[in-house]
């Protein structure tokens, strides 16, 4: 039974569907890297390495690619942006069974830079949908929701693989992502939260309702602390990818690699449970704090790695703090970012989070052929520390989120202001309103 703070956000208008759609949509995502795995290896022949070259092309475009998707949908609206890319990246992931490999690669490094930013726009539907006093926990659900695609996603990939074959799981990758695509764009979001307490607000006229012109975006600067913030993101997740690469070799190491599943799932459950807990504070902690915390404790871990359940029990406080870490950075852009530029500052977030996804795998598993899997361990928190400390010695003071009661306007939320949105999303602002 979900905390009385989760059951008030998915009360809200317009919430549980954006849920289920977004889940819906990050499903097909998180089976990529098992679908393409399977599919190089027993369709074409080729090895690990081969399969890693092609899902790091395709993530390197989506890093590379985000901030412009994110920019694109602040000025062309979310509807145009998402029907566009992805009609291209379904086609691809529909082709790429069938393609050469070189050209397969090629194509995979452009079809992921206009890849749906998918998570970036739950986020955004969050901000949108549901005041700033409560969006905490709206961050938590989704970060939840995201822990448990990574578990379905690849697990429905395998079923498929084996069943069929694996084009057939890369062509329902390109399916799903189409129908995805279909759904956000036909789906007319909800324009406001619910009213808050407060000043009465004044009556829409016409000129609020009616669709505008889309107009040139104001070239405004995003926050001086959104660096930093995206530099620790990128370390938290650095820690994570690099985690799950050690785990693997440790479990190897002594002969009970059968049992990564149950410890994968003690993980994520352990995500899952710090998610929850820290959507129901009503005060932020420091994202530097959590960030650095989180990977401070993976230092240790490799230490514990003879047998399995030590192993699961001793990665338990390291992502108990993970899903905090990460919504407390998501917490802070959007709190800090005008509602017109969120896009891109999500954009950015996601190109962050990608850029350290690829390079986390093959600079841990470099340290663990040449040392050992503990040394994996602390390769990885070490990594992720490290950013987080270059992150706090830049000079800039990170964005922080701050509750306001609600009713209050949020000033940087673009209070009063249209985004481009071609009209997709076009009403009259309430108290408490965002824009996604």
Same mark, same amino acid.
């Given at each position: 039974?979900?905390?009385?703070?989760?059951?008030?956000?998915?009360?809200?208008?317009?919430?549980?569907?954006?849920?289920?759609?977004?889940?819906?949509?990050?499903?097909?995502?998180?089976?990529?890297?098992?679908?393409?795995?399977?599919?190089?290896?027993?369709?074409?022949?080729?090895?690990?390495?081969?399969?890693?070259?092609?899902?790091?092309?395709?993530?390197?475009?989506?890093?590379?690619?985000?901030?412009?998707?994110?920019?694109?949908?602040?000025?062309?609206?979310?509807?145009?942006?998402?029907?566009?890319?992805?009609?291209?990246?379904?086609?691809?992931?529909?082709?790429?069974?069938?393609?050469?490999?070189?050209?397969?690669?090629?194509?995979?490094?452009?079809?992921?830079?206009?890849?749906?930013?998918?998570?970036?726009?739950?986020?955004?539907?969050?901000?949108?949908?549901?005041?700033?006093?409560?969006?905490?926990?709206?961050?938590?659900?989704?970060?939840?929701?995201?822990?448990?695609?990574?578990?379905?996603?690849?697990?429905? %990939?395998?079923?498929?693989?084996? /069943?069929?074959? +694996?084009? *057939? $799981? #890369?062509?329902?990758?390109?399916? @799903?992502?189409? =129908?995805?695509?279909?759904?956000?764009?036909?789906?007319?979001?909800?324009?406001?939260?619910?009213?808050?307490?407060?000043?009465?607000?004044?009556?829409?006229?016409?000129?609020?309702?009616?669709?505008?012109?889309?107009?040139?975006?104001?070239?405004?600067?995003?926050?001086?602390?959104?660096?930093?913030?995206?530099?620790?993101?990128?370390?938290?997740?650095?820690?994570?990818?690099?985690?799950?690469?050690?785990?693997?070799?440790?479990?190897?190491?002594?002969?009970?690699?059968?049992?990564?599943?149950?410890?994968?799932?003690?993980?994520?459950?352990?995500?899952?449970?710090?998610?929850? %807990?820290?959507?129901?504070?009503? /005060?932020?902690? +420091?994202? *530097? $704090? #959590?960030?650095?915390?989180?990977? @401070?404790?993976? =230092?240790?871990?490799?230490?514990?790695?003879?047998?399995?359940?030590?192993?699961?029990?001793?990665?338990?406080?390291?992502?108990?703090?993970?899903?905090?870490?990460?919504?407390?950075?998501?917490?802070?852009?959007?709190?800090?970012?005008?509602?017109?530029?969120?896009?891109?500052?999500?954009?950015?977030?996601?190109?962050?989070?990608?850029?350290?996804?690829?390079?986390?795998?093959?600079?841990?598993?470099?340290?663990?052929?040449?040392?050992?899997?503990?040394?994996?361990?602390?390769?990885?928190?070490?990594?992720?520390?490290?950013?987080?400390?270059?992150?706090?010695?830049?000079?800039?003071?990170?964005?922080?989120?701050?509750?306001?009661?609600?009713?209050?306007?949020?000033?940087?939320?673009?209070?009063?202001?249209?985004?481009?949105?071609?009209?997709?999303?076009?009403?009259?602002?309430?108290?408490?309103?965002?824009?996604?």
């Amino acid at each position: 039974m979900l905390p009385q703070r989760y059951r008030d956000v998915l009360a809200l208008p317009g919430v549980r569907t954006a849920f289920l759609l977004i889940f819906l949509a990050r499903l097909p995502l998180t089976a990529v890297s098992v679908s393409v795995t399977l599919h190089v290896m027993e369709e074409r022949g080729l090895g690990y390495g081969a399969a890693g070259v092609l899902v790091a092309a395709w993530l390197l475009g989506a890093a590379l690619g985000a901030a412009r998707v994110g920019r694109a949908m602040d000025r062309f609206g979310v509807r145009r942006v998402v029907a566009v890319c992805g009609l291209c990246s379904a086609a691809y992931w529909m082709a790429a069974g069938h393609l050469p490999y070189p050209v397969t690669v090629v194509l995979g490094l452009l079809a992921g830079t206009v890849a749906v930013p998918f998570g970036p726009l739950g986020r955004q539907f969050m901000a949108a949908l549901v005041p700033e006093d409560r969006r905490r926990s709206a961050f938590c659900l989704d970060m939840i929701s995201a822990e448990v695609a990574f578990v379905l996603g690849p697990a429905l %990939a395998i079923a498929l693989a084996t /069943r069929f074959t +694996p084009t *057939a $799981a #890369l062509t329902c990758i390109g399916t @799903a992502i189409a =129908v995805a695509s279909a759904a956000l764009v036909l789906r007319r979001p909800s324009r406001a939260v619910p009213p808050q307490p407060g000043p009465k607000p004044p009556t829409p006229t016409t000129a609020d309702i009616e669709p505008h012109p889309v107009a040139p975006l104001t070239r405004t600067r995003l926050p001086a602390g959104l660096r930093p913030t995206l530099i620790m993101a990128g370390g938290t997740v650095f820690a994570v990818m690099g985690m799950e690469v050690a785990l693997y070799a440790s479990l190897r190491a002594v002969g009970q690699v059968h049992w990564s599943g149950l410890v994968l799932g003690v993980v994520s459950g352990a995500s899952i449970v710090g998610g929850i %807990a820290y959507g129901c504070l009503r /005060r932020t902690a +420091p994202h *530097a $704090a #959590l960030a650095a915390a989180m990977c @401070a404790l993976l =230092v240790p871990v490799g230490l514990l790695g003879h047998s399995w359940w030590l192993l699961a029990a001793a990665l338990v406080p390291a992502n108990v703090l993970c899903a905090p870490a990460l919504v407390a950075a998501t917490e802070a852009i959007t709190a800090a970012t005008p509602a017109a530029r969120r896009g891109e500052a999500l954009g950015r977030y996601e190109s962050a989070t990608r850029l350290a996804l690829a390079a986390s795998g093959p600079l841990v598993g470099a340290v663990i052929d040449r040392t050992s899997p503990a040394w994996g361990f602390v390769a990885a928190g070490a990594g992720g520390l490290l950013l987080v400390l270059l992150a706090q010695a830049g000079g800039a003071t990170t964005v922080r989120p701050s509750l306001r009661p609600a009713g209050l306007t949020d000033p940087a939320s673009g209070a009063g202001h249209h985004p481009q949105d071609n009209g997709a999303w076009r009403g009259p602002l309430r108290p408490g309103a965002r824009r996604a």
